[in-house]
């Protein structure tokens, strides 16, 4: 198991500032190996750590979910653009930590972001393709068949659709659907859209797998997985 500091270690477990990491140690309420502790820039074992006599309930890898903004790229990294790694505050940042597929830049919501590659290759690997959901904006509405379509797998000029759902959320002259899929080829829904004779104006994922992109998650904000949705997780990647 890795080394880390221990004012680190706490503020990511307990989801506190360093600072306030620190005073706890300093107040004596930190134990190493059964010894109490004062230096809070240690280097320490996870599971030799105790918090008021009780264990840290640590994890060994890092699960978060971003309300991504348009105008962000999804790349760890891009010598011109803000990508969604610029998001991630710095008490949340963990080495290795990377977003999970892609949202096109204009695209909004939902996104996973772990230091955990291999469930992140699971969860990306054809074999286990989990659900994911998406509300569509469209230009115009569909052709009245989409729905029939869409859940025989469309064809679009390079490859078939595997089967997705499309329900109408709202109607009028800019309606709003909601698409269920597997997959998560380039453009995919807003191809399947043009398929059908329509254009997406705004995409805002709101399911992955077993998690819903929460209303309290305003666009831009990232906050860490909680236990039960981690194990949600993991278990869909299985
Ligand atoms: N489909 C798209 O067209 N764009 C996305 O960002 C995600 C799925």
Redesign the pocket.
Known sequence: MDRMRLDKLLALQMDISRKDAGALVRQGKVCVCGQQVHDSAQKVCPADVTFSGKPLDYQANFYLMMNKPAGVLTAAWDAKQPTVMGLVPDKLMRRGLQPVG???KD?TGLLLLTDDGELAHQLLSPRHHVWKT?QARLICPPSPCAEERFAHGIELSDFTCQPARLHRLKDGDTPLYEVCLRE?KF?????MFAAVGSE?TA?C?TGFGPLLLPDTLAQGQCRSLTREETEALLKSGK
């Open positions: 892609r949202l096109d695209t998406y998560g453009h995919q829904v807003k191809r997406v995409l994922r």
